[in-house]
């Protein structure tokens, strides 16, 4: 069965850190521009970070020097590994991931658009204390 599955959201503290993994099933992850998104109860979905086929990383000004996108090829995955978490952090994050897209990550996270053929179920994220 071809799908995505986010992983490794919950609750946290802020400050706090969480590792978001994003499986594909059915299908090469290293083939694929992925990108996350998150969309807050009553805000529209924001791209959060992208990471293009060649490796290219684009982050929005919100969690710059606090996520980092990195692919593990092994695993099959794509994680975003989120630091000095906040509460404005909150919100349900998506994975989706696309193949046949070769524009730089920061055209791919900026573009109203992207033509993702995958997105995943989402798993939710809490920064409370």
């Known amino acids: 069965q071809v799908q995505l599955v986010e992983s490794g959201g919950g609750l946290v503290q802020p400050g706090g850190s969480l590792r978001l993994s994003c499986t594909a099933s059915?299908?090469?992850?290293?083939?694929?521009?992925v990108g996350w998104y998150r969309q807050a109860p009553g805000k529209e979905r924001e791209a959060v970070s992208c990471?293009?086929?060649?490796?290219?990383?684009y982050y929005a000004d919100s969690v710059k020097g606090r996520f980092t996108i990195s692919r593990d090829s092994a695993k099959n995955t794509v994680d975003l590994v989120m630091n000095s978490l906040k509460p404005e952090d909150t919100a349900v994050y998506y994975c989706?991931?696309?193949?046949?897209?070769?524009?730089?990550?920061?055209?791919?996270?900026?573009?109203?658009?992207?033509?993702?053929?995958?997105w995943g179920q989402g798993t939710q994220v809490t920064v409370s204390s």
């Open positions: 989706a991931a696309v193949r046949f897209f070769l524009m730089p990550a920061q055209a791919q996270c900026t573009m109203p658009h992207p033509p993702y053929d995958y």
């Open positions: 990471i293009s086929r060649t490796g290219d990383t």
């Open positions: 059915g299908f090469t992850l290293d083939y694929h521009a």
